[in-house]
């Protein structure tokens, strides 16, 4: 019997594996039946600063998703915080963003950032992600101004905030309006599915989801022209994309690296288990 999956994605150009495995019949060469949803029906307005009213996340604590991609930080928080779900590995690609300001900024290094507002999503990959970055370039965390806009890309060209972490098709877009990119981030996702996603299944997604990594590797152009599909054909020749190496497992060191580094800045309140955390084989 096939098994149905409902899957909301996290965004079109990450998830582009999903999606093709959806439609080279990867899944379904696995018995399984996935339902694709891109994005939030709701848009911008569903980005809310509080995750757990989000959509993705509301809808796994429903059961009316079986599996959702999210950054590898917000799968721990979320497993831990909202319940419902364990992460089944390391999700498809390495996950690619910029830290920008507007054309006219005085601003020209991530060091002068220093108590500056950023707009990020709150608690999402770039909201992360910019934090690492700005930790790496010297700014100490309690000086690190993060505020959280629905709309980034707006706060950062109407002069709400003087930076922001960016996504494509938001980098390009922003580039457009002639914002200049300060500094490139990078994270990887986690793949958190509900209770009732047995080992069995979460191996059968893995295993199509690495026949898509393949199949893309095989396919640059039409994953270029795919991922970057929101943008125009001028602006995707020099777009961002997501680096593909195929879903893995998250080993317990990893896990601890992450959990540890969260608890020191506050973004967690205990060391959640491994094992209450992580499906592992």
């Keep these: 019997m096939t098994r149905t999956i409902r899957l909301q994605s996290d965004s079109n150009a990450h998830d582009r594996p999903w999606r093709v495995a959806v439609e080279q019949g990867f899944f379904a ?6 339902e694709y949803h891109e994005d939030n029906p709701r848009g911008t307005a569903g980005r809310v600063e509080d995750f757990s009213k989000r959509w993705k996340e509301s809808q796994l604590q429903k059961g009316a ?21 364990k992460i089944i590995g390391l999700d498809t690609t390495v996950r690619t963003g910029a830290l920008m300001v507007r054309k006219d900024s005085q601003i020209q290094s991530l060091v002068e950032l220093r108590n500056v507002p950023i707009a990020v999503t709150w608690h999402a990959g770039t909201f992360y992600a910019a934090i690492e970055a700005l930790e790496a370039a010297g700014v100490a965390f309690a000086e690190i101004k993060l505020v959280h806009a629905n709309d980034r890309l707006d706060a950062l060209l109407s002069g709400a905030t003087e930076a922001a972490a960016l996504m494509e098709p ?23 599915a509900g209770a009732d996603v047995d080992e069995e299944t979460a191996a059968k997604l893995r295993h199509a989801l690495n026949r898509a990594i393949a ?11 795919e991922v970057l599909r929101d943008l125009t054909p001028e602006q995707r020749a020099g777009g961002m994309m997501p680096e593909l190496v195929g879903v893995k497992t998250y080993r317990p060191d ?28």
């Design 29 to 34: 060469a696995e018995g399984l039946k996935v």
């Design 65 to 85: 998703l079986e599996v959702y991609p999210v950054c590898e930080w917000g799968a721990i928080e979320r497993v831990q915080a909202l319940g419902g779900g």
């Design 170 to 192: 938001l980098i390009s877009r922003a580039l457009a309006a002639g914002a200049r990119k300060l500094a490139d981030l990078r994270w990887r996702g986690g793949i958190v």
């Design 215 to 225: 199949w893309l590797r095989e396919n640059e152009d039409r994953s270029r022209d």
């Design 254 to 281: 990893e896990f601890k690296e992450k959990v540890d580094w969260m608890i020191e800045r506050g973004f967690l309140d205990q060391a959640p288990d491994y094992a209450e955390v992580v499906r592992s084989k």
